[in-house]
Structure formats: structure tokens, C-alpha cells
């Protein structure tokens, strides 16, 4: 088949179009059905001046394929040569919102929509035009394998140009972007500091790196350079943007909302400005007026999905009779897009639960998982073997062997647990502590794991480097990342001599965070199996944890989490202090006391009323640790019982045993 379609691509290249329809031809009944086939026939069809055969065929691929953005370009041609301008621009548009880095759409929109009076979006285009012609052809093709995700394809190409463009800013900002889709955030970092070394001047690549320290948490570097930006293009709104978030990272809470509202009401990309303003106003704490952001958001845009996730993300909201009608109907539209439904399903699985409607609950948070699954493009990762590699490596004749390295500090308090487990009252209960500065989810463990696994992924048969280098590695390299740990984790305490570092992937890495940091402590935030995978399961999340999105694979990840932490009990015993959330729940004050003597910490009466502690919480628990404890939602999960049985055979017998799960 492969053959044939080259064949077919070159005679159409070559103009030769009835002849590459007749090469397509050779190919069987099932092949001339799918979309790459269907595609170069369409293109044919079109120069052939068959449209209407062109517009079949190319309409099948669209079915097939709804990301195809070529397609929704060719699409926009035929349109183009049938004289349907506002058809073409639909086309158009959805071909760019797939793959910004189509000069071939860009182009004739900028004609379009001359011929249609609107003004605003032909100078956007236009600028469009300008800026990707100037692009190198190399440069263009890898914002075309950026934008299909094809990030190896992407980074062979952007190296290969700058191996001999050393110095070329605008490569390096492509290579700097494969290195963020592949969440390597250090290495993109590094490379944007050196375009900006090359070109101090460059706002383009000022601009990304401000983003990148975001991404990195580094809200300081970042403020510090958008600032810079905003002082020299002061009616920038896309850098007050993220100047909004840089403030807001620093603490400068109330400058980061006094931004938004400013956004507002400049009528500056409203849809998203309203969303950042309400997130800002929950970290503050300030929930009825992120209540009144959100509400303002679906009713400037109704069918915006988030707007109602985000209500139900309070944890408080109770959507209205008329709210639930809203969201029904539009999640049932063919205009509304698969994101917008996919919150909105969440959303309403949240309002009939709270109505105690369990089974239209359970219908809706079960589809919104199902699309959630169609729209990302990342398969969940293989939790069983990666867990299956730690427990190979780090042996207790590992840890044996490799005994007094790493850097003595004990600063670190490390928080680990599957999402949903209870891991942020935990973080607010220690935060409360005088002597503990509560932090945020550190990426600086997870970016040390990749930094050791290496950037080439292992050829097929292969073990990735990482964990088995820690087996190898010189032993100097231990204390050397310890300090690297605590050095670039400075920047997000205060001055407290203990911290909290709460990335709960984490506990894949609690041997190499032994190797490096053997004086830090670890608590394992535990939830019963039912309660966590269950509240993941409705719960969505804003990225990663694609694990939750179905019964089978949140039940897995949960039994190989268990299998995880009972292998590090057993080869750094005494390492890991397990805390049970409803023992938390039940008595708070006897596990308050056992956690700060794990930790070496007096007792102090604030963590017991952790709830009037002042800070800014990100995470979708943020109301409810600013509460004192309650019980009422420990045992949510038994009114949905009925459909769980998937979750209860993915478990496992012994977890079930043990949990009393019948």
C-alpha cells in the first residue's frame, strides 16, 4: 500500500491527476477507504474540477480523522474554487486552529476575509502571513510536526537546521518548544536563556521564557522579565496576561487580580480572562467572587465548558435548575466542541450528585471520562512496569552499597499519595507549622528522573537508563543533586527551615530522593481504595493524570501505587510514615502529633485549626482545607457502588480483602 500511495503522490505533484486516481485504484476495497488514501484522491478530485466527488471524499476524512488539519485546508481549496467564502473561511480557520504553522490556510484568509470587510481578523492574518514566510522552510516543517505532535520528527529536523544555524533565535525557540511538549522544562529553559544571550532584544523569545519559568514555577525569574516587557510595550495585554500570573505566583495576589479585572474591562480576550480572574480569586480564598467570574464567563460565552467545571471545582457551587438545563443542552450539541463537553459533563455529574440523583451522576461522569479519553493525545503511562523497573533496581542491597551519600540536609518534607488521597489537608496541616513553609507540587524530583533517563528514548527491546544508573552513577553525583534540589528549590520558601515539597508522582523516586537527600522525610498520604479512585474518577484534572479517566486503569495505577510503597517499606524501612486519611478524619489531633514526631517537630495548637491559616492553595482542594474537618464525604463513593464493580476487579483480592470491599 505504501508503494501505491507514493506513486499516486508523485504523479498528483507532477500534475498528473487522472493518473494518480488510476495508481489509488490499484488498491484493495478495505485500503481505499482510509483517510490518507481518501485525502491525495480529494486533492486529485479538486484539480480535476470534480468537486462535489472532491467534497465526499474529503468529508470522509474529516469523519475519520477530526484533527486531520490538511484535510480542513483542502476543504477550505474546494470551497475556495466553488466561490463559498464564508465555507472556505470555516475551513480555513479550523485548519489553522489545528496547525497554526499553515502558510498554505493563512494565505488565501488574508483574501477572504479582504472580500468579506473584516478588517480585524485580515490584519491578524496578515501578520500570520508575514511572520511564517520569514521562517526558514526546515523552521516551518517542525511547527508543522510540533503541532501534530510528533515531537521526534520535530527535534531531528530543528537540530539538524541549527547545527548549522547556531545562533538562529527563532530555531531555538522551536527546539525550546519540543523540549516543553516533551516536559524536559529545564532543557527549554536553558535554551531560551541562551536565545535571549544572542538576542537581548528579542520579545519573542523574552516572552517564552517568561512563560517557561511559569511552567517551572519559577515565578520570581518569570515576573522579572515580563515586567521588563510591560515596561517597554505598556498596552501589551498578552504580557499583562502573564504578568497577572507571575504576580499571582509571587503572592502579590490582589496586583494579580486588580490585572484581570483590568483585561476585563479593556474586553481583552474575555473568555479567558474572566477564567484567570475567578482561579486568582479561589486561590486568594475569595470563593463567592470567583463564583461571580465564572457565572460572568458562560454568560458571556455559553457554550464554554470550563466556566461550569470551574463552579463545580469550588466544591461548593450548587448549580440551579436553569444552570443544569443550560449544560444538557448545549453538551448535546454538534457545535459545541469535544473540551467544552467534556467540562460540562463533569460539571453536571457534580450538580446531580449534589441532588442526589446517583445515576444520571454516574452517567455523566462516566461520559466525560470516555470523551476525555478521544481528546488526549498521551496515552496513560505503563504504571505496572515502571514500577516493576524501581523495584528491580532500588534493592536494599542497593541502598546497602551505596549508604552515606547524598547531602545531609533535612529540609525537605516530602508529601506523596495518589490524587484525591488527601494529600493537600496534610500539606495545610504541616504549613501551619511555624517552623515548615508550605510550598507547591515541585517538579524538581520528576525533571532529575528525566535528566537520568536520558533524551533518546530506548530502541524497542530496551530498558530506559533511568532507574538502573542509579546503580553506577559516581557517587559524588549524589550529594551534587542534593544541594542542586535544595538550591533551586529556595526560590518558593520562605524562611522557615523546613518545607514541603507535595509532588505526589514523587513516590516512583523515593530512592533516588534517599540516594540524594537521606535526611528528608516522606508521608504517604493513604485514602481508602474506593474513596480515592472514585473521587480521581470524577475529578477532572487540568493536565496529566490520565490514569483517572476510566475504572479499570484508576483501580491499577491505585494497586501498583500500593505495590510501590510497601516495596520501599521493605528496602528503606522507616523511611516513609503512612497516614490514613480517615484516621485523620476520626482523630485528628493523635495523627497531627504523630506526623510533626515523624517529622521532628514540637507540637504547636495551629495545625490542629489549619483551616485559618492564610495562604494560597492551588489545588482542587483548596475550599475544603479551609474548613475545619468533616466526615460527610468519606463514604460517597457507596452510592455509586452498583457501577464500580470494574474498579473493585482492577483492585485486586488482597486490596479488597483488607479494605473489607465486597
Not at 463564583?291 to 470551574?310: M, P, R, T
Request: charged residues 25%; proline residues 4%; aromatic residues 8%.
Amino acid at each position: 500500500m505504501q508503494k501505491i500511495l507514493e506513486n499516486s503522490q508523485k504523479l498528483a505533484e507532477q500534475g498528473k491527476f487522472s493518473e494518480a486516481i488510476d495508481e489509488l485504484g490499484k488498491l484493495g476495497n478495505v485500503e481505499v477507504d482510509k483517510p490518507a488514501v481518501r485525502y491525495i484522491k480529494a486533492v486529485c478530485l479538486r484539480n480535476l474540477s470534480r468537486f462535489p466527488a472532491a467534497l465526499v471524499e474529503i468529508r470522509k476524512v474529516i469523519q475519520a480523522q477530526p484533527d486531520h488539519a490538511r484535510a480542513y485546508q483542502e476543504l477550505g481549496h474546494i470551497h475556495v474554487v466553488q466561490k463559498n467564502a464564508d465555507e472556505a473561511v470555516r475551513a480555513y480557520t479550523e485548519a489553522v486552529n489545528r496547525d497554526p504553522a499553515l502558510l498554505s490556510s493563512w494565505q488565501p484568509l488574508v483574501g477572504l476575509y479582504k472580500i468579506l470587510r473584516n478588517s480585524q481578523a485580515m490584519e491578524i492574518a496578515t501578520q500570520q502571513v508575514e511572520a511564517l514566510s520569514k521562517l526558514p522552510p526546515a523552521l516551518l516543517a517542525v511547527k508543522s510536526f510540533l503541532n501534530e505532535g510528533n515531537l521526534e520528527m520535530a527535534d531531528t529536523v530543528c537540530r539538524h537546521f541549527l547545527s548549522n544555524n547556531k545562533q538562529h533565535v527563532e530555531g531555538l525557540r522551536l527546539l525550546a518548544e519540543v523540549a516543553m511538549q516533551a516536559q524536559i522544562l529545564d532543557d527549554a529553559e536553558f535554551i531560551l536563556e541562551s536565545a535571549v544571550a544572542f538576542e537581548p532584544k528579542n520579545i519573542g523569545a523574552r516572552f517564552d521564557l517568561a512563560t517557561t519559568r511559569l511552567k517551572r514555577q519559577k515565578f520570581a525569574l518569570a515576573h522579572e522579565v515580563v515586567q521588563e516587557l510591560c515596561i517597554e510595550q505598556p498596552a501589551n495585554n498578552e504580557f499583562k496576561t502573564i504578568l497577572g500570573a507571575a504576580r499571582l505566583g509571587i503572592g502579590e495576589t490582589e496586583d494579580a487580580i486588580k490585572i484581570y479585572h483590568e483585561l476585563i474591562e479593556e474586553g481583552h480576550q474575555l473568555k479567558s480572562s474572566y477564567l484567570l480572574l475567578g482561579h486568582a480569586q479561589k486561590t486568594a480564598g475569595d470563593i463567592d467572587a470567583a463564583v461571580e467570574a465564572y457565572q460572568n464567563l458562560y454568560k458571556h460565552q455559553a457554550d464554554f465548558g470550563d466556566a461550569f467545571w470551574s463552579l463545580a471545582n469550588t466544591k461548593t457551587y450548587k448549580f440551579s435548575d436553569a444552570e443544569v438545563a443550560h449544560m444538557q443542552d448545549y453538551e448535546q450539541r454538534a457545535s459545541t466542541s469535544l473540551e467544552d463537553r467534556v467540562h460540562m459533563c463533569f460539571a453536571l455529574g457534580k450538580a446531580f450528585e449534589d441532588r442526589s440523583e446517583y445515576q444520571q451522576a454516574f452517567r455523566y461522569y462516566e461520559q466525560g471520562n470516555r470523551l476525555n479519553q478521544q481528546r488526549m493525545k498521551h496515552s496513560a503511562p505503563d504504571i505496572e512496569r515502571r514500577t516493576k523497573r524501581q523495584m528491580e533496581v532500588c534493592t536494599a542491597e542497593l541502598f546497602e552499597s551505596r549508604k552515606d551519600l547524598g547531602l545531609q540536609a533535612s529540609d525537605p518534607i516530602f508529601i506523596v499519595g495518589l490524587p484525591r488521597a488527601g494529600s493537600t489537608l496534610l500539606e495545610q496541616i504541616l504549613a501551619s507549622h511555624s517552623q515548615v513553609d508550605g510550598t507547591l507540587e515541585l517538579p524538581n524530583i520528576l525533571s532529575l528522573s528525566r535528566r537520568l533517563r536520558g533524551r533518546a528514548a530506548p530502541k524497542p527491546g530496551e530498558e530506559p537508563k533511568y532507574p538502573a544508573i542509579l546503580q553506577t552513577l559516581d557517587e559524588a553525583y549524589f550529594e551534587r543533586f542534593g544541594q542542586q534540589y535544595i538550591d533551586d528549590t529556595r526560590v518558593f520558601r520562605e524562611q522557615a527551615p523546613m518545607f514541603i515539597d507535595k509532588m505526589p508522582n514523587n513516590f516512583l523516586h523515593l530512592g533516588l530522593i534517599k540516594l540524594i537527600l537521606p535526611n528528608a522525610k516522606v508521608v504517604d498520604a493513604r485514602r481508602h481504595p474506593m474513596s480515592c479512585c472514585f473521587s480521581g474518577f470524577k475529578q477532572l484534572f487540568a493536565e496529566g493524570q490520565e490514569f483517572t479517566y476510566g475504572l479499570k486503569e484508576i483501580g491499577t495505577y491505585y494497586k501498583s501505587y500500593v505495590d510501590m510503597m510497601n516495596h520501599w517499606d521493605k528496602v528503606l524501612p522507616g523511611f516513609v510514615l503512612r497516614v490514613q486519611h480517615e484516621d485523620v478524619v476520626h482523630d485528628l489531633e493523635t495523627q497531627v502529633r504523630r506526623i510533626l514526631d515523624f517529622c521532628g517537630l514540637p507540637f504547636e495548637e495551629a495545625c490542629l485549626e489549619f483551616y485559618n491559616t492564610k495562604r494560597n492553595v492551588r489545588t482542587p482542594s483548596s475550599e475544603q482545607v479551609r474548613q475545619p474537618i468533616y466526615t460527610s464525604g468519606l463514604d460517597v463513593w457507596k452510592n455509586y457502588e452498583s457501577w464500580l464493580e470494574p474498579l473493585k476487579e482492577a483492585l485486586g483480592p488482597e486490596i479488597c480483602k483488607h479494605y473489607e470491599i465486597v
